[in-house]
């Protein structure tokens, strides 16, 4: 089983930066598609972004693409979300999760372990 935690959200001016990170424990990460989700209030977890095993590749939901970064550190048992020019819209619980399969998902169900996530308010 693998247990992960976020950290590195806050409350951060329209426009400004916050990097989040994920650490992993109980089991190397290193076999894991990592993804990114959120969830605003009243409203569906959605997809951010996924990185694949070796970093190599990466994939966003269109309305981050271009600010923000989905990066991983495997010799840290830790993923990392940049994100750049923040909106109110940003605003929401941001989730790392990890899945057990070779190539990554959009998809809530797709992941098998799931931190509990972090809060990121961005103020107009």
């Known amino acids: 089983q693998v247990q992960l935690v976020e950290s590195g959200g806050g409350l951060v001016q329209a426009g400004g930066s916050l990097r989040l990170s994920c650490a992993a424990s109980?089991?190397?990460?290193?076999?894991?598609?990592m993804g990114w989700f959120r969830q605003a209030p009243g409203k569906e977890r959605e997809f951010v972004g996924y990185?694949?095993?070796?970093?190599?590749?990466?994939y966003y939901a269109d309305s981050v693409k271009g600010r923000f970064t989905i990066s991983r550190d495997n010799a840290k048992n830790a993923g990392y979300l940049q994100m750049n020019s923040l909106k109110p819209e940003d605003t929401a619980v941001y989730f790392c999760?990890?899945?057990?399969?070779?190539?990554?998902?959009?998809?809530?169900?797709?992941?098998?372990?799931w931190g509990q996530g972090t809060q990121v308010i961005v103020s107009s």
């Open positions: 109980r089991r190397s990460i290193s076999n894991y598609v």
């Open positions: 999760a990890v899945r057990g399969a070779p190539y990554g998902s959009s998809r809530v169900s797709g992941y098998d372990y």
């Open positions: 990185i694949s095993w070796t970093g190599g590749s990466t």
